[in-house]
């Protein structure tokens, strides 16, 4: 049996991957100490997924936290797994300022950890890193924009298919955040190339689903569509609502790192998001859900922008599908708002109605 370990598999991410690989007959172990509720509180709290995860017999759960170096290596010891996701982290812009050796010890210590184990005990197996666009920092920023009714859009034609894998990490604005995925990030690069192993970092857009628990600081669209079918006032900081963001499902997202376990290559970057079709503005974002939900979307403005966030960011998808032709996005956006309306509608129907 393919066996898999997947980190943060309470997650947004960590769920679907082990859900996909689950449903194709692996055995999956997932580690998670559900510090999401630690970072965001009751509302980030993961315990949900991990009951629907455990339907699965094959699931095998370790409440381990990834900062815990004997932990970590205990585990491959004793695992040797056949593909490697690392999907925890603390995953959010804005709250990293405020716990920034927490965010630099899950965030770069923790994928240290995971590498280093995977070296000592099964340095063959395909190592797939979850990274951000937010290693770029505010460069996109620099580019050359062009104001839409609704939306920015690249006045630079070099970007009409989006950002590239080429494009500079290096002396731009962060945030603390992205300081700390950068770290992990290069090593995760570093362990492919001076070490010869195979690793991946997926630098990813807005990874999105249905099972998300968005809040307010991270899962913009899963927030937004929350905030709508709850009647919440929805805050946009800054950029006139009009700052693009590529989205992506999170079983495409599976879906490729399935097709790298079955070709690896060594120290790739990809930059993973929905592309420029999948592409929206919080302006946009709202007409979609209010069409879905037919409730309005309250919303108010707040002139800041946040520290560092991306005007207008779609991945060039080229390099992804040029190394692996087999993968695409299948899932449009419209797909994506309809099936996280339909998640959150059942989500949110009160206890004594069910
Ligand atoms: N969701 C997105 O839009 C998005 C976009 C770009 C990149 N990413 C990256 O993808 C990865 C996963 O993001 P996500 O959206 O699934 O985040 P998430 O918060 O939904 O999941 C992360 C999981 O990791 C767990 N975790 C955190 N610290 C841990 C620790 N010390 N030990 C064990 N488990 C721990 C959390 O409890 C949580 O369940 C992150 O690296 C994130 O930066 C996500």
Redesign the pocket.
Known sequence: MKSLLV?????????EVATYFLKLGWRVTG???????V?FGPE?D?RW?LSRLREFSSYHHRD????DREDILDLMRDLRPGLIV??????SHDRAAAIPFLDF???AV?TLNLLEAARQFCAETPFVH?????VYGDRPNRIPLTELETRWEYADPSFLEGIPESFSIDQSKHSIFGAS?VAGDVMAQEYGRYFGMPTCC???????GPN??GVEL???LSYLVRCNLEGREYKVFGYKGKQVRDNIHSEDVASFMDEFFRNPRSGEVYNLGGGKSNSCSILEAFRMVEELSGKPQRWSYVEQNRSGDHICYYSDLRKMKAHYPAWDITRPLGNIFHEIVESWSRRLVPAHSK
């Open positions: 980190t943060g598999s309470c997650g947004l991410i960590g769920s580690v998670d100490n559900n510090f999401r509720a970072f980030g993961t997924t381990l936290d990834i900062r690392h999907a925890a982290a603390q995953p010890e899950v965030n923790g979850m990274s951000t666009n937010k995925k997926l630098r990813g857009g807005c990874l999105t998300h628990s991270h899962g913009f």
